[in-house]
């Protein structure tokens, strides 16, 4: 049996620093156009599993923040899915990796809630829950809705991946006159670059 990693912080007055917010869709797995609705739509990004791996070994908590429209569309229920991110966190645990918890948005753009991102809800959500200190946080998306969500919320870094949306997303950002801190090939790239950022973060 392996042992989970503690997390430093949690239980004491200090604000927890080393902090990785993950979009899912299009850095984890492979996004759709149709959704994913079943535990066998949920195809695993070449390199993803190990990048997380690697964040989990270098200290990092990891969340994941995701948009997940298709439950108020009607398209999946709660309940299934909330069985695919048990599937999916088993999977990335059997890997070396732990993805700490899970933060989902199930409303629609007309909900206008404040949860569904480029809105930095979600990370207020777990900030609350973990006391976490957000400055230090950084944000990894395929979306231009990651990347303001991450600006939105005061994540220290953001890092735009080009799997899933990437190309389009740095298109949307260029219009709106946002950069990102970098743009990698994928999450296994970017979890490269991110980690000698927080060398001297315990
Ligand atoms: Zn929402």
């Known amino acids: 049996m392996t042992q989970k990693p503690i997390i430093k912080g949690l239980t004491s007055s200090r604000p927890i620093k080393k902090i990785a917010f993950l979009d899912r869709d299009g850095v984890i797995n492979h996004d759709s156009p149709d959704y994913i609705k079943s535990w066998p739509e949920f195809q695993f990004l070449p390199g993803s599993i190990e990048a997380v791996k690697r964040l989990t070994l270098n200290g990092f908590i990891v969340f994941i923040i995701t948009n997940q429209s298709a439950i108020n569309r009607g398209m999946i229920s709660k309940k299934g899915l909330e069985y695919i991110h048990s599937r999916m966190m088993r999977e990335i645990e059997k890997g070396g990796g732990l993805i700490n918890d899970i933060f989902y948005c199930p409303h629609m753009p007309e909900d206008r809630c404040r949860c569904r991102k480029p809105e930095p809800g979600l990370i207020y959500m777990a900030q609350k829950a973990y006391k976490l200190d957000i400055s230090s946080a950084v944000m990894v998306g395929d979306s231009s809705k990651d990347i303001e969500c991450a600006v939105n919320a005061g994540c220290g870094l953001n890092v735009l ?21 970098f743009i990698a090939k994928d999450l296994y790239h970017a979890v490269n670059w991110i980690i000698p950022h927080y060398t001297n973060i315990i």
Do not use: H, Q
């Open 161 to 181: 991946v080009r799997t899933g949306n990437g190309n389009k997303a740095e298109e949307t950002l260029i219009e709106k006159n946002i950069r990102p801190d």
